[in-house]
């Protein structure tokens, strides 16, 4: 195999020569979507698949890379986003899923503690952004 293929499903495909017999194409379809209005339970889907993605694409992409150069196979190296930041701000330790949990099971736990307590712990992260009404 000399070399692999990404196609991102937000971006239109390279140039791609389908007839080289050492050719393989991989769908990404990395992203969140991004609705006006994004329910708890469309975070869990989207965050399901990000993670799922990114097993995917460590698994398939990154593992073999190394795995080629290790060999000696040539490889055109395959650069790609990820969102490891973001599943990070979700799940990691004071992330948004165990804050949710954690102000669940205070007796006196509610919407709005549960939204201060994200106000005041993502603040400056780059990746979160209070509602605008």
Known sequence: MRGVALT??????AQIDEDDENFVGLLDVFGF????FNSF????INFTNEKLQNHFMDALVVLRQKEY???GIECKHITFPDNLKQIELIEAKGGLLLTLDE???LPKGSDEGYVEKLHAAFDKNELYSKPKR
């Open 103 to 105: 102000e669940g099971a």
């Open 69 to 71: 150069a290790s060999e």
């Open 41 to 44: 339970e469309q975070l869990c």
């Open 33 to 36: 979507e991004n609705f006006a």
């Open 8 to 13: 991102r499903c937000d971006s239109r495909p």
